[in-house]
């Protein structure tokens, strides 16, 4: 039994995707799932997702467990009026609370003793550093969203506990989304769920896409974007190279979690959100935002920006005496400065993040108000060749305004980052990634850029699933050939899991 045990425990985490663990226990889950009776799937399917919870730590399942119930309960009672606005207060307060106890603590508590050293009174803070509970960011705004929108009256509140339970924990969003609507993911939930070739055809294009985005090209470029920037004096040109790695690392790191788990979720008869949509070819910022964390952006455009919006666009016309149009310009700069902040420190307690948020909205802002006076300036004179030459130079150049972006939260300390912008003098030896790494990182560079061009192209993501079988074969063959040669990195964690 030991010997048993310990073999299991060499197939990596259970609750990471690319292990082999998770894509051994995947198909008799799915096994099981359809084998019961429809009456008993999501009872199963529920505590198939608290097992695959418990398998990183048991202690914080009562935490999901316990702010589950919470929720249940405040959704329930909220059809009745003259309790609304407490239980909204209730489960706000419970909620956001534990977001920030947990992940949020530290951090201020940090800020405050850098603010009172010049004083000489300096907290200790360590140990106010807890550990943050797998999926915390992700299932707290999925539950806060279910309740704001029982509380506007979008959706009628969950009256099957398993049902909302289950809403709230589904394995294959749960640690890394996508964050789901209620009205979205309730339905299908509590509907007829049926397993067809289709689905069958999407979660196999999904899993091995995925598994190639996460194990070949995520984790290979994480090797050599690890080395530069824990080496002592790195060159220049190593730098600029490792920010474009590193770019493309966390795309195809969590594009991939998201294509495992919507491959998975596939497989139970349930269709989760697209949480990207090829953002690298995007031609604006604004554009870059409806590709990039779809589901994120959306979340918090829909629950904060709109709301602040309107709520700052009275003021400022009530209060301050602003008219209408100033209003909604004043109104639409704060809220963006206030809603990019939010997004960029949802994914990280650090300085990097906060700063970030300002940065992004500054930059993209600039940009597009450049952007948009050449056009207009240049609109009607130029010839048909720079028109049809403007639209790429836009995607350059917002892609290198994403790679400045990207390459802030990077660095985890002041003398690393230093060390980056000394570099970026120096000059650069390819000797830095491993020539037995080169041929095959090449080649899936290759086959990636080409598939996402035909994605973009054709406006279709699953084009793959319409080809023939004899179209298919070949595909899927390159893929897992090249996830078999970079293997040694199935276990390796997803970068958002710690978001």
């Known amino acids: 039994m030991n010997d048993l045990y310990a073999a299991w425990q060499n197939l990596g985490p259970l609750y990471l995707f690319s292990s082999p663990a998770y894509l051994l226990a995947l198909p008799l889950a799915v096994g099981g799932h359809w084998l019961l009776p429809r009456r008993l799937r999501n009872g199963y ?117 398993v049902d909302f339970a289950l809403f709230v924990s589904f394995f294959p969003q749960l640690l890394c989304g996508p964050i789901e609507r209620a009205g979205t993911l309730l339905p299908q939930l509590q509907g007829l769920r049926g397993l067809d070739g289709a689905a069958c055809s999407r979660a196999l294009y999904l899993l091995t896409y995925g598994l190639f985005k996460k194990v070949v090209m995520a984790d290979t470029l994480a090797d050599f974007v690890d080395r530069v920037f824990a080496a002592p004096a790195p060159s220049g040109a190593e730098v600029l190279l490792a920010c474009y790695a590193w770019s493309l690392q966390m795309y195809c790191d969590f594009s991939g979690y998201t294509d495992l788990a919507r491959g998975s979720a596939a497989l ?180 990636f850029f080409t598939h996402e061009f035909f994605q973009y192209r054709g406006g279709d993501e699953l084009y793959v699933t319409r080809w023939g079988f004899y179209r298919q074969v070949p595909f899927y063959c390159c893929l897992f050939f090249f996830a078999l040669q970079a293997g040694a990195s199935f276990s390796q964690r997803f970068i958002y899991i710690q978001f």
């Open 45 to 161: 399917l529920l505590l198939v997702s608290y097992a695959f919870y418990l398998s990183w730590d048991p202690r914080f399942a009562a935490l999901l467990l316990g702010s589950t119930a919470v929720d249940y309960y405040c959704g329930l009672e909220m059809e009745e009026a003259g309790r609304r606005r407490f239980l909204l207060g209730l489960s706000l307060t419970i909620n956001l609370g534990c977001l920030l106890l947990f992940k949020y603590l530290g951090f201020f508590c940090e800020g405050l003793a850098l603010l009172l050293s010049p004083i000489g009174l300096a907290p200790s803070c360590s140990a106010l550093h807890l550990i943050v509970p797998l999926g915390l960011s992700y299932y707290t705004f999925q539950k806060v969203g279910y309740i704001l929108d029982c509380y506007q009256g979008r959706v009628k509140p969950c009256r099957q506990p």
């Open 268 to 447: 139970f008869g349930v269709q989760l959100s697209a949480n990207f949509n090829l953002p690298f070819f995007s031609a604006r910022p604004r554009e870059f935002f409806r590709r990039w964390h779809i589901t994120l952006s959306t979340w918090i455009t829909r629950h904060v920006h709109y709301p602040l919006l309107f709520w700052l666009g009275g003021r400022l016309q009530g209060r301050w005496g602003l008219s209408a149009r100033g209003a909604l310009l004043l109104g639409n700069v704060l809220a963006g400065l206030a809603t990019m902040t939010l997004f960029s420190f949802w994914h990280g307690a650090s300085f990097n993040f906060l700063v970030m948020g300002p940065y992004l909205y500054g930059m993209f802002a600039l940009y597009d108000g450049v952007a948009g006076l050449l056009t207009r300036a240049t609109a009607g004179w130029l010839p048909r060749w720079a028109e049809l030459l403007a639209r790429p130079l836009n995607r350059l150049v917002v892609l290198h305004l994403l790679v400045s972006i990207f390459v802030m939260v990077r660095p985890t300390s002041f003398p690393q980052l230093q060390r980056m912008v000394a570099g970026l003098a120096g000059g650069f030896d390819f000797r830095a990634m491993g020539t037995s790494e080169w041929w095959y990182v090449g080649l899936g560079l290759i086959l």
